[in-house]
């Protein structure tokens, strides 16, 4: 008598956990290749506008918390775009339309300075 479990059991066991420690090891290299590249990346600060902002949020599924991540898309003068993940503390400070200096490295926001927009009662 054939008996799958007993012949493919431990092939298939030795399958998943090779497919676990290759995707784990998969995030970690994707991640440190990520802050490698934003380390060797010049710190740029060019004049830009804020063109759009999101949120993406995931997990929070059960008794799991939910997350958000928070993104600005900028726009720079020549007419292209660069969306940039921010902290949760900026997000809130950054206003669509708002024009100032953009400062970031890589991937990495460093930092929006606004210029100061003149003050108009509307009428």
Do not use: H
Not at 42 to 57: H, L, M, N, S
């Amino acid at each position: 008598m054939f008996n799958f479990v007993e012949k493919f059991g431990p092939i298939f066991i030795g399958l998943v956990f090779v497919l676990i420690i290759g995707t784990f090891v998969f995030v970690i290299g994707k991640g440190l290749l990520t802050w490698g590249r934003n380390n060797a990346s010049p710190v740029i600060t060019v004049p830009c506008r804020i063109a759009d902002k999101r949120t993406e949020v995931w997990g929070g599924s059960g008794d799991s918390s939910a997350n958000t991540s928070y993104f600005v898309t900028f726009e720079f003068g020549d007419g292209s775009r660069k969306e940039i993940p921010v902290p949760d503390n900026q997000y809130g400070l950054l206003v669509v339309g708002d024009q100032g200096e953009l400062t970031y490295q890589g991937t990495r926001f460093q930092g929006f300075n606004r210029l100061a927009q003149p003050y108009s009662q509307g009428n």
